[in-house]
Structure formats: structure tokens, C-alpha cells
């Protein structure tokens, strides 16, 4: 297998994110209370940070028109995707202020939260650090929900969405 070797640049930026991409991820949407009402955003730069304290760690570009929203936002949530959510993954990353679609309530801390989601962290920001185009949102989780649902997460790899099939044991 041959390999093709480049060096990061602005004329390499494509052959970069497509480097990128060959590394399958999660799929969350974060949201927010914004000025405009309930705000929301899908992301894939999601992590782990700490156990102790739990802390979580996610990216929004710069760019975005909802960055200043997110990153200036004491409170947001996160929301980890079943591979059947699909097109709330695709209606949140087009753009942000369509809530109608699905269930949903604000929590006491007037974040809006999705309902029928894998797992939610609700989170209060602890630092906010530029990374080039993006910035890193670092945040403390303050409550998560786990409820009891077997679906399999939706992944992210390659720019399509799918989900992981069992592999024989070894």
C-alpha cells in the first residue's frame, strides 16, 4: 500500500481534512440557551477529559456563526447520538434553531435538552482556549443521564454517518 506524504498547509488543507476524517467518531450535538432561543450544534470534537473532576472537552470552529454563542455560554449540554439520529445530526449541523422536529425541554439551568439521546452531560464551562481556527470549550460536568437504551451510537468516519457491527471474537 503506497502512501502519500504532505506537509499541513493552506494549499494541503483538503488532503489534511481528509486525513482527518479516516479517524471514525462519535456524533453529539451540544446546545445552548442563545439571544435567539434554543441554539444547537453537531459536533464530533468531543472527549473525555477527567473522571475526577469530570471534565469534557469539545471544539467549535471559529468560523461558525454559532461560536460566540457557544463559547460565551455558562451552560451547555451535550448529547451523544444513536446511530438512528441520523437526521437530527444532519438538521443540527446545517443550522441550530430548529428545535420543532423533536422532543425537547429546558433544563433548570434554561439549556435546552433533547430527549432520546444515549447519554447527556449537562456542563458548566470552565476555560475556553483558541486552537488555530477553532476554539476548546473545557467544561465541568455537573449532571449526565444514561438512560437504558441498547442502540448503537452514530459514528462519523470519512463524511458519512454510520454505526459499528459486532466482529467474530478472536
Known amino acids: 500500500m503506497s502512501q502519500t506524504p504532505f506537509t499541513p498547509s493552506p494549499e494541503t488543507s ?6 482527518f476524517g ?9 446546545t445552548v440557551q442563545s439571544d435567539h432561543g434554543p441554539l444547537g450544534m453537531t459536533a464530533n470534537s468531543f472527549t473525555s477529559v477527567s473522571l475526577d473532576p469530570a471534565l469534557v472537552l469539545w471544539s467549535v470552529a471559529l468560523a461558525s456563526k454559532r461560536c460566540a454563542a457557544f463559547v460565551g455560554a455558562q451552560h451547555f449540554a451535550i448529547h ?3 446511530a438512528d439520529q441520523t437526521d437530527l ?5 446545517r443550522q441550530g434553531l430548529d428545535f420543532s422536529a423533536d422532543p425537547w425541554h ?7 435538552i433533547l430527549h432520546g439521546c444515549l447519554a447527556v452531560f449537562h456542563c458548566n ?4 482556549h483558541p486552537a488555530g481556527d477553532h476554539a476548546l470549550v473545557i467544561a465541568q460536568v455537573d449532571h449526565a443521564e444514561l ?10 468516519e470519512r463524511g458519512k454517518f454510520g454505526q459499528l457491527t ?3 471474537a478472536l
Request: charged share 20%.
Open 147 to 156: 438512560p437504558q437504551d441498547d442502540r448503537p451510537g452514530l459514528l462519523f
Open 80 to 82: 451523544v447520538l444513536a
Open 106 to 112: 429546558l433544563s433548570p439551568q434554561g439549556v435546552p
Open 166 to 168: 459486532d466482529l467474530p
Open 89 to 93: 445530526a444532519q438538521r443540527f449541523a
Open 14 to 19: 483538503r488532503d489534511l481534512r481528509r486525513a
Open 22 to 30: 479516516r479517524f471514525g467518531t462519535g456524533v453529539t450535538v451540544v
Open 125 to 128: 464551562t470552565q476555560a475556553v
